[in-house]
T-cell receptor, first 119, second 109 residues
């Protein structure tokens, strides 16, 4: 299957600083990428949908000014957590969609995740 | 809201088949059934998906009932590395994936 990478795998930062997470589709072009957040013992929650060359679409309750998303190319999307606070500590996961036109289906391939700890 | 219902947890003996059920009684004709799994502290891994017909790949088999109101994911010979949370997701082409709580499968030695 298609491969999606994330960098970094984990990061620890001080409260008030900003953290950038990169998501790359390695062997396919992804028009659409997604960012999820997962708290301990909970399921994934969609934060935003990122389309190449346009503004991201944020889910209700997700602050767009705090979670800046840039999708500058078909293989790269970045999530920047600005002025991070301890409550932003979470597991952030990106995914990219590969469309199988023969069947008209989208399959999402997920990155390995980035664990953010804000002190 | 997730459109599926799965048991919260299941156990399976190593080497035996793991059969994970999923109810999706409100599925529409054009909605696909997708299965993903998430091993602890990793991103979800795609397993298989289908519309009406049963599907099989190198990882698993997907059995969809004739009325499409339920499906079963089958791992033919479960190993300890198959211990994970398994998610059944129903959606139309172009829709966002919505993850429910899934089924926590424990493969026991």
């Amino acid at each position: 299957g298609a491969v999606v990478s994330q960098h970094p795998s984990w990061v620890i930062c001080k409260s008030g600083t900003s953290v950038k997470i990169e998501c790359r589709s390695l062997d396919f072009q992804a028009t659409t990428m997604f960012w999820y957040r997962q708290f301990p013992k909970q399921s994934l929650m969609l934060m935003a949908t990122s389309n190449e060359g346009s503004k991201a679409t944020y889910e209700q309750g997700v602050e767009k000014d705090k979670f800046l998303i840039n999708h500058a190319s078909l293989t790269l999307s970045t999530l920047t957590v600005t002025s991070a606070h301890p409550e932003d500590s979470s597991f952030y996961i990106c995914s990219a969609t590969e469309t199988t036109f023969a069947t008209g289906t989208d399959t999402q391939y997920f990155g390995p995740g980035t664990r953010l700890t804000v002190l | 809201d997730a459109k599926t219902t799965q048991p919260p947890s299941m156990d399976c003996a190593e080497g035996r088949a793991a059969n994970l059920p999923c109810n999706h009684s409100t599925i529409s004709g054009n909605e696909y059934v997708y299965w993903y799994r998430q091993i602890h502290s990793q991103g979800p891994q795609y397993i298989i998906h289908g519309l009406k017909n049963n599907e099989t790949n190198e990882m698993a088999s997907l059995i969809i009932t004739e009325d499409r109101k339920s499906s079963t994911l089958i791992l033919p010979h479960a190993t300890l590395r198959d211990t994970a949370v398994y998610y059944c997701i129903v959606l139309l082409y172009g829709q966002n994936f919505v993850f429910g709580p899934g089924t926590r499968l424990s493969v026991l030695p």
